[in-house]
């Protein structure tokens, strides 16, 4: 939840620059967004069943005692709708909320809330409400003195990244009798970005993999285009092997010493890194999401007729059963499993890197449609690139060709590049040659994706 308030729960879902953004309205009493009124609370209810029962038990047993305690109760019902009502200080309370920030999923984060009673008066039998499908919270406050600001803070925890908009906070009061209650409701435009899961990252084998340079060339090969901005320092010369570019050849030394000498390159620094997300799917994620819930609850319910059909079966022959039941799901939940391994290995390595002092990133994603994106760091951190992460829903029309052209036109940090694929394909060699530099990939169908990184 980046969390935006601004920019988990998981919608939790996201916020920009890594601050998070309290919405307080504690003046004036009519802000946009602002609403009071005065309503009867559900005992209010019982309060006048009892006074109908009490009056009727009067009249029809001539019993005036007792019609007079129903009238005394009526009173009683009436002063509290009047005592409640003429209680126009309480419609400048404020209420805020504040959510620290970034917010990953699966990790906790802490929320905290604020009342404010910036009146000459003092307010008593304060409840705030705070009615969100993913953290319903009500918290009482016996006495909220003039002047006086309370708070109360809770750890939360948002499983799922994505986009949270979080509903209007409520302070509503009944006090003396609660048969009456005074509700002034605050609308907040505060929204959370939930950040993909973080992992455990190798980052040696990691380094490892970036470092690889392939060695050999076959030789009807076309020298690749080097990158303006990928030129490294000059270094030296040495003996031309298999594989460098003619362009590199160092002429005037190759007659003076009568054999093939090249330039030598200083390595890009390891510490800035490109990372590249290739987000397919077989299919639109929503479709893919139903249709696994649905084969999901049929097998459920199979297994569950298949249980109660005749006497239990064997822990072996059950669990064989569920397994071969998983496998009609597997065509549906595989793709989005890999979908968030690459969008959480991807959030990962970014976090991980800029860690790293003066280290310069960028995050290029392959978007559903016609479209791609390329960012870095350098205006304002790794948190709106944690973001874009966070909401990229991906599909089965990745605009790689765009992807290239645009990558091919950034003004990349000279460094190593990473490419994470949902899938096998030859993005890696297009990228590699258009923008002239080797570029690792990582595909999170393979297995081998595990020797580099797990999720805790």
């Given amino acids: ?17 890594g601050d998070g953004r309290r919405r307080s309205l504690h003046n004036p ?3 946009p967004g602002r609403r009071s009124w005065v309503w009867p609370a559900p005992e209010s209810y019982y309060w006048l069943m009892a006074v109908a029962i009490l009056l009727w038990q009067g009249w029809q047993r001539g019993v005036n005692l007792v019609a007079l305690l129903g009238c005394f ?32 999923a699966g990790e906790p984060f802490a929320i905290s809330w604020e009342a404010t009673n910036p009146s000459r008066w003092n307010q008593r039998g304060v409840r705030l409400e705070d009615m969100s499908p993913i953290l319903r919270q009500t918290w009482f406050i016996p006495l909220l003195r003039a002047g006086e600001s309370q708070r109360r803070r809770k750890v939360v925890l948002l499983q799922r990244r994505g986009r949270v908009t979080w509903p209007a906070l409520r302070l509503s009061t009944g006090y003396p009798f609660g048969l009456f209650r005074r509700v002034v409701r605050i609308a907040t435009d505060d929204e959370t970005i939930v950040l993909p899961r973080l992992g455990r990252l190798h980052s040696g084998r990691l380094r490892r993999l970036l470092h690889h ?17 990928a030129q490294t320092d000059f270094y030296g010369l040495r003996e031309f092997r298999p594989g460098d570019s003619p362009r590199w050849i160092h002429w005037r030394t190759t007659a003076r010493v009568g054999e093939l ?9 390891l510490d800035n890194l490109t990372v590249i997300v290739d987000p397919w799917l077989p299919d639109q994620p929503g479709a893919l999401r139903r249709n696994w819930e649905q084969v999901h609850e049929a097998n459920r319910h199979l297994l569950e007729r298949l249980l109660a059909s005749g006497p239990p079966p064997s822990p072996e022959k059950r669990r064989a059963k569920e397994a071969a039941l998983a496998r009609k799901e597997e065509p549906y939940r595989a793709p989005l499993e890999r979908l968030e391994l690459a969008l959480s290995l991807a959030a990962t390595i970014l976090w991980t890197w800029h860690r790293q002092p003066g280290a310069q990133l960028a995050l290029a994603l392959a978007e559903d449609g016609a479209g791609s994106r390329v960012d870095d760091n350098a205006a304002s951190g790794v948190v709106p690139l944690l973001e874009n992460l966070a909401l990229t829903k991906g599909g089965p029309r990745t605009d790689t060709t765009q992807l290239v052209e645009r990558l091919a036109e950034f003004p990349l940090p000279a460094g190593p590049v ?4 949902t899938r096998a394909s030859d993005l890696a060699d297009r990228l590699s040659a258009r923008i002239g530099r080797h570029v690792s990939m990582l595909d999170t169908s393979q297995p081998q994706v595990g020797d580099l990184f797990d999720i805790t």
């Fill in 73 to 104: 109760v009526l009173s009683l019902w009436a002063l509290n709708g009047i005592l409640v009502w003429l209680r126009f200080s309480f419609r400048r309370c404020g209420v805020s909320r504040r959510i620290e920030s970034p917010v990953f």
């Fill in 418 to 421: 990473l490419l994470i694929s």
């Fill in 213 to 229: 340079r392939p060695h050999l060339v076959h030789a009807t090969q076309r020298p690749r285009r080097r990158h303006p901005v």
């Fill in 261 to 269: 000498m090249v330039r030598e390159f200083e390595e890009p620094p």
């Fill in 1 to 17: 939840m980046s969390a935006r308030v601004p920019s988990s729960v998981n919608d939790q879902h996201a916020p920009p620059a």
């Fill in 29 to 31: 009493q009519h802000a």
